[in-house]
């Protein structure tokens, strides 16, 4: 099994819908967890911490299950400029360094 | 103003070159990183420096040789390059270390090995 597992899409959605991305990954001890925001031919961005209880930042919620050991990432009112690639990324343990997914890319169409 | 720069943004060379890419920082952040994003776009973790000290070293061949004269600047070096280096290298600070770490990213250097 993959240390971080993202279904890669296209996910091509309508603007105005509701999309959620799920993302696992096998490290038990793992206790950070990360949304990344990587533009076509950018830098990736930090879109968000994920929390143990959830958390919610504008149109974007982000989800935590250990028991199942997968991150959500939905996003609500989908806008054109949420086309994106978005990179789940979960801490090794220790100082072994963040784990990047291989993202799941996104585009909205108008 | 930008925050992580890094130069060259593309790199066009031939094989066997040796070639370098710089990368600075202006956070005030203490750890530095080289990333390098592959083209299935897999991005994986080449070195990490905190304070001018090496602590992350990912299995990367030793023709990879990373320097940081202090640290806001971490650059890369590549000895003898190879058609498999072709790649985008990320350079990548923060404050944080030990899996809590919020990344700023510079823009990327392409690099083509001919």
């Known amino acids: 099994r993959k240390e971080v597992e993202q279904d890669p899409g296209p996910f091509n959605v309508p603007e105005g819908a509701t999309v959620a991305f799920n993302c696992t990954y096998s490290n038990s001890a793992s206790q950070s967890f990360f949304w990344y925001r990587q533009d076509c031919r950018k830098e990736p961005k930090l879109l968000m911490s994920?929390?143990?209880s959830g958390n919610e930042d504008g149109r974007f919620t982000a989800q935590l299950n250990r028991a199942s050991q997968y991150i959500s990432l939905l996003i609500r009112d989908s806008k054109l400029s949420d086309s994106a690639t978005y990179l789940c990324v979960v801490n090794g343990v220790g100082n072994t360094p963040l784990v990047f997914g291989k993202g799941t890319r996104l585009s909205v169409i108008a | 103003d930008t925050a992580v720069s890094q130069t060259p943004k593309y790199l066009v060379t031939q094989m066997g070159n040796d070639k370098s890419i710089k990368c600075e920082q202006n956070l005030g952040h203490d750890t530095m990183y080289w990333y390098k994003q592959d083209s299935k776009k897999f991005l994986k973790i080449m070195f990490s420096y905190n304070n001018k000290e090496l602590i992350i070293n990912e299995t990367v061949p030793n023709r990879f040789s990373p320097k940081s004269p202090d640290k806001a600047h971490l650059n890369l070096h590549i000895n003898s390059l190879e058609l498999g280096d072709s790649a985008v290298y990320f350079c990548?600070?923060?404050?944080?270390?030990?899996?809590?770490?919020?990344?700023?990213f510079g823009s990327g250097t392409q690099l083509s090995v001919l």
């Open positions: 990548a600070s923060s404050q944080e270390t030990g899996g809590n770490e919020k990344l700023f």
């Open positions: 994920v929390y143990s």
